[in-house]
């Protein structure tokens, strides 16, 4: 089963580390901590849940098309 799921997984994992560096760079770039960049924005929280829906949808569609 991990097989064939192998390549979401290694995506799945690469798209997390890519955000992991990115809150990194920008708390160097803003001077600020690591926490105050994650700390809740409403706004901010629902365009990102937003966009995780939408690629998710995106994602399944295509999966299913192959």
Not at 1 to 20: H, N, P, S, T
Not at 55 to 66: E, V
Request: no cysteine; aromatic share 18%; hydrophobic share 55%.
């Amino acid at each position: 089963m991990l097989q064939k799921y192998e390549e979401i997984f290694y995506r799945g994992l690469f798209g997390f580390g890519a955000g992991v560096l990115d809150t990194a760079l920008n708390t160097r770039m803003a001077s600020r901590g690591f926490r105050d960049e994650m700390a809740p924005r409403r706004p901010i929280l629902f365009y990102l849940a937003l966009f995780v829906v939408f690629a998710l949808a995106l994602g399944w569609l295509l999966f299913h098309r192959t």
